[in-house]
Structures are given as structure tokens and as C-alpha cells.
Nanobody, 116 residues
């Protein structure tokens, strides 16, 4: 069973940047799959942040538009989320999801904290 592992979270000051990665534990045909990033803040529901389809076309939640960029490298079996101009309200656990025909995988999450 393939697993997806997030990395790149941490503590950053407001206005700073972080780059998250979501990598498959073994070779996987992620080119067939849609990649997504979700986040869940304490006491709140998990929310969709960004999606990248199999063609590489991205879509974003309003809160991420213009600040975040989702991308994919199928050769590396990895989905990325570049986050710029971070705000305290971006503080959450960030999860990747990779799904497609007969598959729906979630990562374990990585903490992002935006604080001065």
C-alpha cells in the first residue's frame, strides 16, 4: 500500500513563506490522480485549500488565492504547496490528499504555525 508523507511545516513569522511537500512512499502513478491540500485549524472543520488536476491545472480556495501555489512533479511522485505572505489565520495542520480511480490517500499532516 502506498503512503503519502507531508513535510515542510514549521513555525514562520507573519509575511513569511513555507513550502510543503507530499511525497509517495514508493513509485506510484500519481499522474493519474488529483492532488489536494487541506487544512484544519483547532476547533474548526477541515477545509480544502488547493487542488491540482491530472493536467496540472490548479484551483484555490478564496483564502489561498494569490498567496499559495500548488504544483506537482509526477516523475518525483510529489505534490507541492508553496505558501507566501502567510498570516496567523493560516495556522493549521495541513494534509495532502491524492485521489483517483480506485484510490483515495491522505497524508498524516504537517503543522504550520504563523506567529511572531
Amino acid at each position: 500500500q502506498v503512503q503519502f508523507v507531508e513535510s515542510g511545516g514549521g513555525l514562520v513569522q507573519p509575511g513569511g513563506s513555507l513550502s510543503l511537500s507530499c511525497a509517495a512512499s514508493r513509485a506510484s502513478f500519481i499522474s493519474m490522480y488529483t492532488g489536494e491540500w487541506y487544512r484544519q485549524a483547532p476547533g474548526k472543520q477541515r477545509e480544502l485549500v488547493a487542488t491540482i488536476d491530472t493536467r496540472g491545472s490548479p484551483t484555490y480556495a478564496g483564502s489561498a488565492e494569490g498567496r499559495f501555489a500548488i504544483s506537482r512533479d509526477n516523475a518525483r511522485n510529489t505534490i507541492y504547496l508553496q505558501m507566501n505572505s502567510l498570516k496567523p489565520e493560516d495556522t493549521a495542520v495541513y494534509y495532502c490528499r491524492v485521489w483517483g480511480p480506485g484510490a483515495d490517500y491522505w497524508g498524516q499532516g504537517t503543522q504550520v504555525t504563523v506567529s511572531s
